[in-house]
């Protein structure tokens, strides 16, 4: 007994199979569109690492008619008792929302050297808090190499202002 063997009736022709293809694609398109527009607006700050000290952000806002939420100053201290090897380093952003609903962020700083290379990074997410028209700060920790920070004098801040706490 003999297997009967596919007609070309069965299967798209070449110009279906592309046309299936692309409307496929278009498709999957439209699916994923929902996940990667969760980003509202994006701020980029490049900075003098302020070790011990504090500078003003500029162009860190996102607005809208009623409302505003703004970063206004980083401040960056090292905490101690970190292991050897390594510092802790805490990163205060005071910020400003006139909003009553809390705002969230997403902050990826890039530590760069003097010249401009990176030495290491770190990524937090964050909550603002509503109704915070004269201002309140959030704290980032990270833990980096003591060497890497050492030779750090640079940040690129990257921050994010997303629709979610998840992003």
Not at 5 to 20: I, K, N
Not at 45 to 72: F, H, M, T
Not at 121 to 149: C, H, I, M, Y
Request: hydrophobic share 45%; glycine share 6%.
């Amino acid at each position: 007994m003999s297997a009967l063997a596919p007609t070309s009736a069965s299967f798209l022709s070449g110009a279906g199979r592309l046309r299936a293809r692309a409307v496929a694609a278009v498709f999957a398109l439209l699916l994923a569109a929902p996940l990667t527009a969760t980003v509202w607006t994006r701020s980029t700050c490049l900075i003098r690492i302020p070790k011990g000290g504090q500078v003003e952000l500029e162009n860190a806002s996102y607005a809208a008619r009623d409302w505003n939420v703004a970063l206004k100053t980083l401040e960056v201290k090292e905490e101690p008792g970190a292991e050897a090897g390594a510092v802790v380093t805490v990163w205060v952003f005071h910020y400003t929302n006139t909003d009553t609903a809390p705002h969230y962020v997403t902050f990826n700083v890039r530590c760069l050297d003097a010249a401009r290379n990176e030495r290491t990074r770190f990524a937090a997410k964050a909550t603002l808090q509503g109704s915070r028209p004269n201002g309140d700060r959030v704290e980032v920790r990270a833990k980096v190499r003591e060497g890497e920070w050492t030779t750090s004098s640079w940040a690129k801040v990257l921050v994010d202002f997303l629709s979610s706490p998840e992003g």
